[in-house]
């Protein structure tokens, strides 16, 4: 469920969410009841009673505080039994409600899908240089460039591209590499599609040494055509899991 001050802003992370998991319920609440800007306790009690109907729990993204007071004053005046179903979480609300969406679409436990969106904050880094150029030690951003010639930039060299099958490792994980080959890389799409395609089965597995059960993880890799991915893996299951993102990734995800 989507917690907003903006009926817009609501609806649209609900429909990005969607995209990336579809058939999860995921229900907007955004807006005053007049359509302007702020928290209505009677749209988000409705989209609550909704998100919950059926025995089905819910995981609530907020955008601003006061949204997180609008529902936890809905979830004081409900029955205990719902509120049981219910968790808040404190997670940035667009990469939160992905997370949460394409975790829950993998038919992940309610505490799962609260840790998925949660975790959706640790995929913030720190701020990139102005215009991605680093800045000389001691100069001011925005100031005069240093004096002396422009430096040499080699040109990247062509990735090698590097297939492998499925190599077992001495302590029991797996290993293999592929080239990556859709023509937008690991954009949001391939990362949902890999998140779920994963997820029956009993294997952890990391892309590039990332959680390949975190869409937002996969993503922030920012692999591009071309890049040759690592993938490792572990568990009872683990040789059929990396076999299964092996062909997705030489089919393209779909995309070529």
Not at 10 to 36: L, N
Not at 45 to 69: H, I, K, N, P, Q
Not at 218 to 232: E, P, Y
């Amino acid at each position: 469920m989507l917690v907003s001050h903006s009926r817009a802003l609501a609806e649209g992370t609900a429909e990005v969410a969607a995209q990336m998991a579809p058939g999860v319920r995921i229900v907007p609440a955004g807006g005053t009841d007049d359509g302007g800007l702020g928290a209505s306790f009677d749209r988000v009690g409705a989209a609550l009673r909704d998100a919950t109907d059926d025995g089905r729990s819910a995981v609530v993204v907020t955008d601003l505080g006061s949204a997180v007071l609008t529902a936890e004053a809905v979830l004081d005046l409900m029955d205990e039994r719902v509120v049981a179903r219910v968790r808040l979480a404190d997670a940035p609300f667009v990469e939160g409600a992905v997370a949460a969406a394409v975790t829950a679409h993998g038919k992940a436990d309610l505490a799962t899908v609260l840790d998925s969106a949660q975790a959706a904050a640790d995929t913030f880094g720190p701020a990139r240089p102005v215009s991605g150029t680093s800045v000389a030690a001691g100069a001011a951003v925005g100031g005069p460039a240093p004096a002396g010639p422009a430096p040499v930039v080699p040109a990247a060299a062509e990735p090698r591209p590097v297939d492998t099958g499925v190599v077992t490792q001495d302590d029991g994980s797996v290993r293999a590499t592929a080239v990556l080959r859709n023509p937008l890389g690991l954009h949001a799409r391939p990362a949902a599609l890999i998140v779920r395609m994963l997820a029956p089965f009993d294997a952890k597995v990391q892309v590039d040494g990332v959680n390949a059960a975190s869409v937002l993880d996969l993503m922030k890799l920012g692999a591009v055509r071309g890049d040759v991915l690592t993938i490792t893996a572990q568990g009872p299951q683990a040789g059929e899991a990396v076999e299964r993102l092996l062909v997705d990734v030489a089919a393209g995800f779909g995309e070529v």
